[in-house]
């Protein structure tokens, strides 16, 4: 496997996945290529024919490296600047790498701003969010803190465009309020990176954006066939469908028909049992007068106590041989007999856990 990164012993390369396999690539944009095209000189170039005024190749080099920092410095508005979508996860300095992974350079790395344009991934991103946002914010760099903020106006803007899973973005900005709340007034700016002020103008834009989903208004379709029209049966195997409580008591108030299906004793039931032991049941048990289980209720309470299960379309992937972090579809240079069984799925917290150290 080549080396991923600058060291004394190899200057390291970046690659690329084709169909006929993984290929050497320049690590700099297209862009960054021809602009030091412009700039690169087999010899010296004469600016004045009089006075034979020379840029030397060193002098011009120079001038390439400076037009390609001053380039990333300035793209702020985009998610990172790097053409592969994986990271190796190392925790030690070796003769190879000097340093370790941080969490925000792991979330520079990763495309989250083109993870969240997929279905599938979406949930996935809007959680690993929530919990950076709760609890590793500020060990986030300046760079990552503005990838941050950046996707995360990016999701604003696609709810309120396509109107869908506003709950989970609400319950995001409103744990990301309150921490910015506490860091600003309670912690102080001892612990914040950058300018006091600048968190403040985020806690204002956060709080804008909470205004913006409370006055969301959802468009209604008049034409063609909506579920009021769909038979009894289909629409209670709508509702089993759910792993989610909250979706199913938000689809039980469209329609009367659909909240006397939301409040089927045997639906909250089966949830229940799939996200709850049996000894969690025990120490939680709701009976009504008549003495029936109210399953409804113990869902709400038993999820006051304890963690439901999560399901996503999609999860990032870590390679245990390797020790490096993907999506899947994106792959990565491995080098393992069989690949495939070694993947493990990522889920949010095992993400942010991998960075703890």
Same mark, same amino acid.
């Given at each position: 496997?080549?080396f991923?990164?600058?060291?004394?012993?190899?200057?390291g390369?970046?690659?690329? =996945?084709t169909?006929?396999g993984?290929?050497?690539c320049e690590?700099?944009?297209?862009?960054? @290529?021809?602009?030091?095209?412009?700039?690169?000189?087999?010899?010296d170039?004469?600016?004045?024919?009089? &006075?034979?005024?020379?840029f030397?190749?060193?002098?011009?080099?120079?001038?390439?490296?400076? !037009?390609?920092?001053?380039?990333?410095?300035? &793209?702020?508005?985009?998610?990172?600047? /790097?053409?592969?979508?994986w990271?190796?996860?190392h925790?030690?300095?070796?003769?190879?790498?000097?340093?370790?992974?941080?969490?925000?350079?792991?979330f520079n !790395?990763?495309?989250?701003?083109?993870?969240?344009?997929?279905?599938?991934?979406f949930? /996935?991103v809007?959680?690993l969010?929530?919990?950076?946002? =709760?609890?590793?914010?500020?060990?986030?760099?300046?760079?990552?803190?503005?990838? /941050?903020?950046?996707?995360? #106006?990016?999701?604003?803007?696609?709810?309120?465009?396509?109107?869908?899973? *506003?709950?989970?973005?609400?319950?995001?900005?409103?744990?990301l309020?309150? +921490?910015?709340? %506490? $860091?600003?007034?309670?912690?102080?700016?001892?612990?914040?990176?950058?300018?006091?002020?600048?968190?403040?103008?985020?806690?204002?834009?956060?709080?804008?954006?909470?205004q913006?989903?409370?006055?969301?208004q959802?468009?209604?379709?008049n034409?063609?066939? %909506?579920?009021?029209?769909?038979?009894?049966h %289909?629409?209670?195997?709508?509702l089993?469908?759910?792993? #989610?409580?909250?979706?199913?008591?938000?689809? @039980?108030?469209?329609? *009367?028909?659909?909240?006397?299906?939301?409040? &089927?004793?045997?639906l909250?039931?089966? $949830?229940?049992?799939?996200?709850?032991?049996? =000894?969690q049941?025990?120490?939680?048990?709701?009976?009504?007068?008549?003495?029936?289980?109210?399953?409804?209720?113990? /869902?709400?309470?038993?999820?006051k106590?304890?963690?439901?299960?999560?399901?996503y379309?999609? +999860?990032?992937?870590?390679? !245990?041989?390797?020790?490096?972090?993907?999506?899947? #579809?994106?792959?990565?240079?491995? +080098?393992a007999?069989?690949?495939?069984?070694c993947?493990? *799925?990522v889920? *949010?917290?095992?993400?942010? &856990?991998?960075?703890?150290?």
């Open positions: 496997m080549p991923l990164g600058q060291d004394w012993r190899s200057p390369w970046s690659w690329i =996945k169909e006929d993984w290929k050497r690590s700099c944009s297209p862009e960054l @290529g021809r602009d030091s095209s412009q700039c690169t000189l087999s010899h170039v004469i600016l004045n024919s009089e &006075d034979e005024e020379i030397n190749n060193e002098e011009c080099e120079y001038a390439s490296k400076k !037009r390609k920092k001053e380039h990333f410095r300035n &793209d702020t508005n985009t998610q990172s600047f /790097y053409r592969e979508k990271i190796y996860v925790k030690e300095s070796t003769k190879e790498r000097h340093g370790y992974c941080t969490l925000g350079e792991a !790395r990763l495309d989250f701003s083109s993870a969240i344009q997929d279905i599938r991934r949930t /996935y809007v959680k969010l929530q919990l950076i946002a =709760k609890s590793q914010l500020t060990s986030l760099s300046g760079v990552a803190q503005k990838n /941050y903020f950046n996707i995360l #106006d990016k999701i604003v803007q696609k709810v309120l465009c396509d109107h869908q899973n *506003p709950r989970l973005i609400k319950n995001l900005l409103q744990d309020s309150s +921490t910015l709340c %506490t $860091l600003i007034r309670g912690v102080g700016k001892s612990v914040l990176v950058g300018n006091i002020n600048i968190w403040i103008c985020r806690l204002e834009t956060v709080l804008n954006w909470q913006q989903l409370q006055n969301l959802m468009t209604k379709v034409d063609g066939l %909506t579920l009021s029209d769909l038979p009894l %289909t629409l209670s195997n709508i089993h469908r759910f792993s #989610d409580g909250w979706d199913v008591v938000t689809l @039980g108030q469209v329609t *009367p028909t659909l909240y006397v299906l939301s409040e &089927d004793r045997q909250w039931k089966k $949830l229940c049992q799939y996200h709850f032991a049996e =000894k049941f025990c120490r939680h048990l709701i009976l009504s007068e008549k003495g029936h289980v109210e399953w409804k209720l113990m /869902y709400f309470t038993l999820q106590h304890y963690p439901t299960k999560e399901q379309g999609d +999860t990032l992937q870590f390679c !245990r041989h390797c020790s490096i972090l993907f999506w899947k #579809d994106s792959g990565h240079p491995c +080098t007999a069989d690949p495939d069984s993947f493990t *799925p889920s *949010p917290q095992h993400f942010i &856990d991998l960075f703890k150290f």
